[in-house]
């Protein structure tokens, strides 16, 4: 098995700048199943959507919404994954979860792991 554990959510200003961090704990090498790691945010009442995900090479994909104010990386040594969200909107609101897997992780259902969630409020 392999935990998620995510911190740094919590409160903003339009504009503001948040970073948030993922680290992932437990059988991490086997079968590749922390190639890709990744952030899914949830609105309230709304469903969970993709935000960033990093492969262990490198390689990132970005939401439309956070194109050009996110940033998604990765430290291999460490296990753990970083969202620098910068340029906050109150559409960036929710709560960010941490995901893992062996594939795109660009759907819930591509995801094998997830975190516990952590909170982001953008204020305008």
């Known amino acids: 098995q392999v935990q998620l554990v995510e911190s740094g959510g919590g409160l903003a200003q339009l504009g503001g700048s948040l970073k948030l961090s993922c680290a992932a704990s437990g059988r991490t090498s086997a079968s590749g199943r922390t190639s890709s790691m990744g952030w899914f945010r949830q609105a309230p009442g709304k469903e969970r959507v993709f935000v960033a995900n990093?492969?262990?090479?490198?390689?990132?994909h970005y939401g439309d919404s956070v194109k050009g104010r996110f940033t998604i990386s990765r430290d291999n040594a460490k296990n753990t994954v970083y969202l620098q969200m910068n340029n906050l909107k109150p559409e960036d609101t929710g709560n960010y979860y941490c995901?893992?897997?062996?594939?795109?992780?660009?759907?819930?259902?591509?995801?094998?792991?997830w975190g516990q969630g952590t909170q982001v409020t953008v204020s305008s």
């Open positions: 995901a893992a897997g062996a594939g795109s992780l660009l759907l819930p259902g591509d995801v094998t792991y």
């Open positions: 990093v492969w262990a090479t490198g390689t990132t």
